[in-house]
């Protein structure tokens, strides 16, 4: 099975349907949450986030009230918010962001179909299938919007977000978030974000920001992640893996720049595995910010990657890593890297 052979068409209603948390975050829970210790930031996120989810128990109507992002605080009653209510984890990849923002979609009391869950890139795909005023009337009627990895890369993308999100917190909807960016910090690095500051600053009133500290779970006490492995022992490996798929790395990102990426996710269907020959560093930006989606997606499905050539710490190069888009990169690294431990029993096993 080879990605480079898959053309994925995604109907605009699975993009809407598919707006849940993905399948590694199916069975997640406040309670399963392991706070380290040494951080309590975690904790106190827990603790705001159970309190928010109870406050939208009873949700308000369309633009009820202004006042503030909540009504409640530590030892009191929870009681409806008043108005705009929005949330917004803030934090290094790896602190369990993700983990938090799918256990408050799970905690939130209304059916599936009154609450979305999704990437800041699955929802700029989601108005781009749907257009801009389908999506408010799509979404408007939820009672909770979920974005994960909230991140402002282009001017475009400022306004359209700015303008969606203060449509829906008029409608009554509730917001989540979560970001390795401060919200008054959005698009730094990126483009001129300062000509771009009423926007920024207006999606920024629409958050409460929680700042979570720690270091990255997925590599917390766990040993290094497997080295490269021969390209001999990857094709093998994939051959004798059923639902496996083999590609050469360097043909499979230039597929990727024909597959638009709302259609990532789509690509991925029915795999058990991602076997990858000749992994050299990508050699440029737009190229490195596609192979970023592709591993949130596999990542998301709990899809094992089995490679040869480089290790993914050379994926990206020593710009890229200073650059305005390096918390984008070393999210990708820590998310392949744990895939890749994923991948070992594939070649053990042989």
């Known amino acids: 099975m080879?990605?480079?052979?898959?053309e994925p068409r995604v109907p605009a209603d699975r993009l809407v349907a598919e707006m849940v948390p993905p399948p590694r975050f199916d069975s997640v829970r406040f309670s399963t949450y392991l706070p380290d210790p040494n951080q309590p930031s975690q904790r106190e996120a827990v603790h705001v986030l159970e309190e928010f989810a109870n406050g939208l128990g009873q949700a308000p109507g369309p633009a009820a009230g202004r006042r503030g992002l909540f009504g409640f605080g530590r030892g009191r009653t929870p009681k409806v918010p008043a108005g705009p209510r929005g949330v917004y984890l803030d934090g290094g990849y790896g602190v369990g962001k993700t983990h938090l923002l799918a256990s408050l979609w799970h905690a939130t009391d209304a059916e599936p179909s009154r609450k979305a869950f999704g990437t800041f890139v699955e929802l700029?795909?989601?108005?781009?299938?749907?257009?801009?005023q389908q999506t408010v009337q799509t979404l408007s009627g939820h009672r909770l919007l979920c974005i994960d990895e909230f991140e402002l890369d282009d001017p475009g993308d400022t306004v359209l977000v700015s303008s969606l999100l203060a449509r829906l917190v008029e409608a009554g909807v509730a917001l989540a978030a979560t970001s390795n960016t401060l919200p008054g910090k959005l698009g730094e690095g990126r483009f001129a974000a300062a000509d771009f500051m009423r926007e920024i600053q207006g999606l920024s009133a629409h958050f409460r920001a929680l700042r979570i500290d720690g270091e990255d779970y997925r590599h917390r006490g766990l040993p290094e992640a497997p080295a490269p492995y021969s390209e001999e022992q990857v094709t093998r490996a994939a051959r004798a893996t059923e639902g496996a798929s083999l590609d050469d790395f360097t043909a499979l990102l230039d597929h990727l720049a024909r597959v638009h990426p709302s259609r990532y996710g789509a690509l991925t269907d029915g795999l058990s595995a991602v076997c990858l020959t000749g992994v050299r560093p990508v050699p440029d930006q737009s190229t490195a910010l596609r192979l970023v989606v592709l591993?949130?997606?596999?990542?998301?499905?709990?899809?094992?990657v089995l490679t040869s050539g480089e290790p993914f710490d050379r994926l990206f190069g020593e710009e890229m890593l200073k650059g305005g888009y390096r918390k984008k990169y070393f999210r990708a690294i820590s998310r392949l890297t744990a895939l890749a431990r994923d991948a070992a029993p594939l070649v053990d096993a042989r």
């Open 295 to 304: 591993a949130d997606r596999l990542y998301d499905r709990e899809v094992p």
């Open 2 to 6: 080879s990605l480079c052979s898959r």
């Open 124 to 132: 700029t795909n989601l108005v781009g299938a749907l257009g801009f």
